[in-house]
């Protein structure tokens, strides 16, 4: 599978920010990367259902909904009824992880599990073959433009080796950070969904450095 490009819109400017989801539309873009952030989990408020629900309104690719907020479980059904594609949730932020995973599985979504820049990939050991897409964090959440950890490659190479010892087909996404530097390298180590705001939404052709991302190859 080639890897896919999922632009984040906390980095979208929030007064065009319909015009930002049809240049996404239009771009080489595969998903739309959605932050949502509680000012509780992570020390930031991003943006709330009636934007969701705006967005999912206009945006013609899936939604890849990044859940930074305690208890995601209260929310669920809310997610699946604004359309969302894939529902990813911090391991940190839930108890019970497995019992959740299911129950998004259930709404009929595609489950995603995050981990922090600290949290080991060996905490999806019993749970790897259960999930559709590992989430792995390559900043601290919270804030888009922040500075990429050079560890995430070594991660990336420890949870390939899960996924493949164990047979799991989970997508392994890349978050924080990304650029036109790194990309290529995080490819090559496995990465097969990079997340990008910054790097898109401050360029002066958002689209084109869409298209370099999606066009990287691996090195
Ligand atoms: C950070 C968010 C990221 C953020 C990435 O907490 O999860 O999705 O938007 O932004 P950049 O690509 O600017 O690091
Ligand atoms: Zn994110």
Partial sequence: MTHLIAPSLLSADFTRLGEDIEMVNRSEADWFHVDVMDGVFVPNISFGMPVIKAIGKIAKKPLDVHLMIVQPERYFDTFRDLGTYCL???AEAVTHLHRAVHQIRELGMKAGVVLNPHTPVSVLEEIITEIDLVLLMSVNPGF???KFIEGTYGKIGKLKKLISSSGS???IEVD??????NAGKLIAAGADVLVAGNTVFSSADPAGTISKLKNTVPV
């Fill in 88 to 90: 990813s949730i911090h």
């Fill in 144 to 146: 888009g433009g922040q």
């Fill in 169 to 171: 087909s989970a997508l």
């Fill in 176 to 181: 924080g950070g990304v650029d036109l530097n």
